[in-house]
């Protein structure tokens, strides 16, 4: 059965204060880690797709990374609208399915 | 663009009562899933769709669940008879193929 861990569960940075989210996974044949960003009250939105290992995205203060156990998300110098819980999720080849397994999400807050 | 819309918003039912959730995926989408979230799960897979086609409904909790998606553009999700344990937020999601999914605002479900 496919794990997805994440860590810390919650986060709390003041603003410029750099710092990673983990999160850690146990799958059988990997076909994507992906991250979301969910705000209070509103669904996931997309932030990234990884797909091998050494695989990097970037996004103004946020970069991902992966390798063949676990993905960092790196946050540089947040803001506090950086605030949010941050969600990673992976589909595999061996279930068939385009659907995704979830972690539980890890919750950042970033203090002016 | 429009995103993927879901109806209603939030949801207050009392115990036993029929409710329908409502979805429709963004356009040119082939994918459609229902998820469901809660502060001790987490987001779980209940339902996906692929081409209006339902492939994976292994996650519905019981014969109380229904989906369906009658054509590409709208698909439903049925709980009835209602109980209090079906509280959560339902989102819908769509994709193409395996790309990225796109998930909508939520329907809060109270079952009182």
């Known amino acids: 059965e496919d794990q997805v861990t994440q860590s810390p569960e919650a986060l709390r940075l003041q603003e410029g204060e750099s710092s990673s989210l983990n999160c850690s996974y146990t799958?059988?044949?990997?076909?994507?880690l992906f991250w979301y960003r969910q705000d209070p009250g509103k669904g996931p939105e997309f932030l990234f797709t990884?797909?091998?290992a050494g695989e990097e995205k970037e996004k103004e203060r946020l970069k991902a990374t992966l390798t063949k156990k676990e993905s960092f998300l790196h946050i540089t110098a947040p803001k506090p609208e950086d605030s949010a819980t941050y969600l990673c999720a992976v589909r595999t080849y061996y279930t068939g399915r385009r659907a995704l397994t979830f972690g539980s999400g890890t919750r950042l807050q970033v203090q002016p | 663009d429009a995103g993927v819309i879901q109806s209603p918003r939030h949801e207050v039912t009392e115990m036993g009562q029929e409710v329908t959730l409502r979805c429709k995926p963004i356009s040119g989408h082939n994918s459609l899933f229902w998820y469901r979230q809660t502060m001790m799960r987490g987001l779980e897979l209940l339902i996906y769709f692929n081409n209006n086609v339902p492939i994976d409904d292994s996650g519905m909790p019981e014969d109380r669940f229904s989906a369906k998606m009658p054509n590409a553009s709208f698909s439903t999700l049925k709980i009835q008879p209602s109980e209090p344990r079906d509280s959560a937020v339902y989102f819908c999601?769509?994709?193409?193929?395996?790309?990225?999914?796109?998930f909508g605002p939520g329907t809060r479900l109270t079952v009182l």
């Open positions: 999601a769509s994709s193409f193929r395996e790309n990225e999914q796109f």
């Open positions: 799958v059988s044949g990997l076909r994507g």
């Open positions: 990884l797909y091998s």
